[in-house]
């Protein structure tokens, strides 16, 4: 199965989200991929990873098999396809591409069998990396904030996956909302998450992650929070919420994920 992490609005913690699920699930002895679809090159940088030219860029215009790109990780069982400053020039070149709405999943339907989950990175806004993402995915997560920016902005970013499914990919489904930077003592928190309850009752994960400088120093250490602070509240929480993320999964494809958790 394929998930895109993915909302138009920056500063959301897209990459905080896919690190540390995509860690969790590989932790749990799941086989995990994650592609770092971002020009920003976060989820490489995030695990120390030299891409050496082996990335997601090269694939994409033909210059190397996909399966010559995927970088072991220092986790058992977890995958990356990383990223590099190449990849800004791919929004310039996909123009001249046939069906350029579709150059990663064409890529990704190779070798999306020989994983239990593909998560995809996005940059934040709604161009051709992101409804190449889209295109090639099962789900989409959208990772928001707990402030009256995110609820707006997600209200557009709801209307663009509408319309790729309206005429590209009608089996995309939202799998949920994961309110990040949680921060329980705030009003504002609270209100925000309302409105969310309100106006999308069925798609809020219950488990919101919580602000934790445990998850903000992780990566600059080469590690997801899992293991980097394994007793600390972040920890906890991306623990839930894989269990939840599965159970979603589990519901809408009825079928049994067997993992060790």
Known sequence: MVICISNQKGGVGKTTIALNLASALALAELRVLLVDFDPQSHITIGFNIDPQGKTIYRVITGELDI???????????????????????????????????????????KIKEEFDFVFIDCPPSIGIYTINALCASDFVIIPVLADFYSLEGFSKFFKAIEYIREGLNPSLEILGIVINMYDRRTKLTKEVEEEFLKYFPEKIFTVKIPKNVKIAEAPSFGLPIQLYSPSSPGADAFSLLVEEFIEKIEKSKQIKINRKM
């Open 67 to 109: 399966r010559e790109s995927i970088h072991q990780t220092s986790i058992e069982n977890l995958f990356v396809i990383p990223a590099d400053e190449d990849l800004a020039g791919l929004e310039a070149e996909a123009s001249q591409m046939e069906n350029n709405r579709f150059l990663l999943k064409k890529e990704l339907d």
